[in-house]
């Protein structure tokens, strides 16, 4: 292979090379931290003017290199996240990257921050809540409130309505028991013809007429 080949061969290689690391989008920058809790973290960041960004990808791991997790979320515009499952009081390192048409940027520079402690979740609960990713999940949480006091407000008419239906059903049961007792305690009617047995009145009707014949001889 001639040098003049070689040469061409290694232009068009590294011109595409140049030309897929130029569509790159650049590091994040700003990148913060901020609703510091004793499990959880929002970090957000902004993005370099004119990169097409679809994307994000976070590393976050332990200080102590004992844990190490990777985030990667496409098709959103998102510059922020929050950081579930942490542990507390406890020192963390992150970075994070634009994903764009082409691939990854580089990574932002690293960030260094450490969770509070769990006597501090109180104060953590005062904090700025302009956060949208917390907005939105406390959102969530009341709407999620507000379906089970509709859940509950129908439950409970039902059981009204039941209980209502149950206690109708019982006063007619009542009624017709009574209805009934009356009917079999009502006393005989005073012009019926009473009957007797052996000899009595309907017997005296239909005895028998013996006739006596005496013969007398001559």
């Known amino acids: 292979m001639t040098p003049i080949l070689l040469h061409v061969i290694f232009m068009l290689c590294g011109g595409h090379i140049l030309h897929a690391g130029a569509n790159r989008p650049s590091a994040p920058i700003n990148v913060s931290i901020t609703h510091l809790r004793a499990d959880s973290a929002t970090v957000s960041w902004n993005i370099v003017d004119g990169d097409v960004v679809i994307g994000y990808a976070i590393s976050q791991q332990r200080q102590d290199g004992l844990a190490q997790r990777f985030i990667r979320e496409v098709n959103t515009s998102s510059r922020a996240c929050v950081l579930w499952n942490l542990d507390e009081d406890t020192d963390y390192i992150i970075q994070v990257q634009s994903i764009g048409l082409h691939g990854e940027s580089q990574a932002s520079k690293r960030i260094h921050f450490r969770t509070l402690e769990e006597s501090d979740r109180f104060q953590s609960s ?93």
């Open 126 to 218: 005062l904090m700025d809540q302009d956060d949208p990713s917390v907005e939105g999940l406390d959102m969530s949480r009341q709407l999620q409130t507000g379906e089970m006091v509709i859940i509950m407000t129908v439950l409970i008419m039902w059981a009204a309505v039941i209980a209502l239906f149950c206690r109708q059903y019982d006063i007619i049961k009542d009624n017709d028991s009574n209805n009934h007792s009356k009917e079999k305690a009502k006393p005989p009617s005073e012009h019926s013809t009473p009957e007797y047995h052996n000899g009595g009145l309907l017997g005296s009707k239909f005895q028998r007429t013996t006739s006596s014949i005496s013969i007398i001889k001559v």
